[in-house]
């Protein structure tokens, strides 16, 4: 059986699109089967990308990393928005990997990198502003907790780590795993079950 959190999905390919939009800005999106949450934008990653943007404005170049990108919504919008940041896009589903690149490219975003990671596992330590991540949460707590570790080291000093999780899928154990790791944690919302944690570095 193949999941979205494969390195290659053996499911038939059946490409569809759609057209993603947050405030002005729209992305037009491929998704395809394999990939997590094909044909719309999911409702946790929605309000991850809704709830970082309301208070990232516009100043010297953040990077950010988003882990488990699929085929892009979440870091996609967040390079539109903010064409002045590096946006790093990683994940280990090829197939993910490849809709993401094209995406990057029917939409001219130029200040992408998109490329294989398990994790954090291909990001150096210190190089990102903020880690960004709607977690595999099936592909089990282990890899969950691993990301969540591995943020710590990636994140420059007074970098940030924001994940969204469902209260019914493990929500209350990343956010004491972020709490152990970081020494802080805060919910800066929740909407229809799922919650946007944030941990601050420094």
């Given at each position: 059986m193949s999941h979205y959190y494969d390195e290659r999905p053996d499911v038939k390919s059946d490409i569809t699109h759609f057209t993603y939009t947050y405030?002005?800005?729209?992305?037009?999106?491929?998704?395809?089967?394999?990939?997590?949450?094909?044909?719309?934008?999911?409702?946790?990653?929605d309000l991850l990308v809704r709830t970082f943007l309301k208070d990232h404005t516009p100043g010297p170049t953040k990077r950010i990393v988003d882990v488990g990108c699929g085929y892009g919504p979440i870091g996609l919008m967040f390079?539109?928005?903010?064409?002045?940041?590096?946006?790093?896009?990683?994940d280990v589903n090829q197939r993910a990997l490849e809709?993401?690149?094209?995406?990057?490219?029917?939409?001219?975003?130029?200040?992408?990198?998109?490329?294989?990671s398990d994790g954090l596992a291909d990001i150096a330590d210190e190089s990102q502003d903020y880690v960004v991540t709607n977690p595999p949460i099936r592909a089990g707590k282990s890899v969950v907790h691993r990301i969540l570790e591995d943020a710590f080291r990636?994140?420059?000093?007074?970098?940030?780590l924001f994940v969204v999780i469902?209260?019914?899928?493990?929500?209350?154990?990343?956010?004491k795993k972020m709490e152990a790791v970081?020494?802080?944690?805060?919910?800066?919302?929740?909407?229809?079950?799922?919650?946007?944690?944030?941990?601050s570095k420094g």
């Open positions: 405030k002005h800005y729209s992305l037009k999106l491929a998704t395809d089967s394999g990939v997590f949450s094909k044909g719309k934008i999911d409702f946790g990653s390079a539109q928005v903010a064409p002045h940041d590096l946006v790093t896009l990683v809709l993401t690149k094209k995406n990057a490219q029917a939409n001219q975003l130029d200040n992408v990198t998109i490329h294989y990636t994140l420059v000093t007074d970098g940030a469902q209260k019914k899928q493990g929500m209350a154990s990343a956010k970081f020494g802080n944690v805060e919910v800066l919302d929740k909407s229809k079950g799922y919650y946007i944690l944030k941990s």
